[in-house]
């Protein structure tokens, strides 16, 4: 068992999601700036290094002048991949490693 706690792994998804809903698809540098950082820190966790890279890539397109409106289905659907994708899938792995590890969180919010 490991003495690692993901708690904190959780809360950042948790800042990260609510960062996405109370946003828009427009340029917001001290949102993307601070998505940014935490999925970066995501990015540490064993198995969630891709999903948190995407998530850095797909919320500076989000959160640009331009860019999310040259998106393939619209804002719309990046922001669904962002929050229901991204953010759930590293949720799901985060919590299946906390439940693998004995954590005792257990994705709790």
Same mark, same amino acid.
């Given at each position: 068992?490991?003495?690692?706690?993901?708690?904190?792994?959780?809360?950042?998804?948790?800042? =990260?999601?609510?960062?996405?809903?109370?946003?828009?698809?427009?340029?917001?540098?001290?949102?993307? %700036?601070?998505?940014?950082?935490?999925?970066?820190?995501?990015? =540490?966790?064993?198995?969630?290094?891709?999903? %948190?890279?995407?998530?850095?890539?797909?919320?500076?397109?989000?959160?640009?002048?331009?860019?999310?409106?040259?998106?393939?289905?619209?804002?719309? %659907?990046?922001?669904?991949?962002?929050?229901?994708?991204?953010?759930?899938?590293?949720?799901?792995?985060?919590?299946?490693?906390?439940? %693998?590890?004995?954590?005792?969180?257990?994705?709790?919010?």
């Amino acid at each position: 068992m490991n003495d690692r706690s993901y708690a904190s792994e959780l809360v950042a998804l948790d800042e =990260i999601e609510s960062l996405i809903t109370s946003g828009g698809p427009y340029a917001d540098p001290p949102r993307l %700036a601070r998505i940014r950082f935490l999925a970066a820190k995501l990015a =540490i966790v064993p198995g969630c290094n891709l999903m %948190a890279n995407r998530l850095g890539s797909c919320a500076a397109e989000y959160f640009s002048a331009r860019r999310h409106r040259a998106h393939a289905n619209g804002p719309d %659907a990046l922001v669904h991949e962002l929050r229901y994708s991204l953010v759930g899938g590293l949720r799901r792995a985060i919590t299946s490693l906390a439940r %693998a590890d004995g954590d005792g969180s257990h994705g709790q919010r």
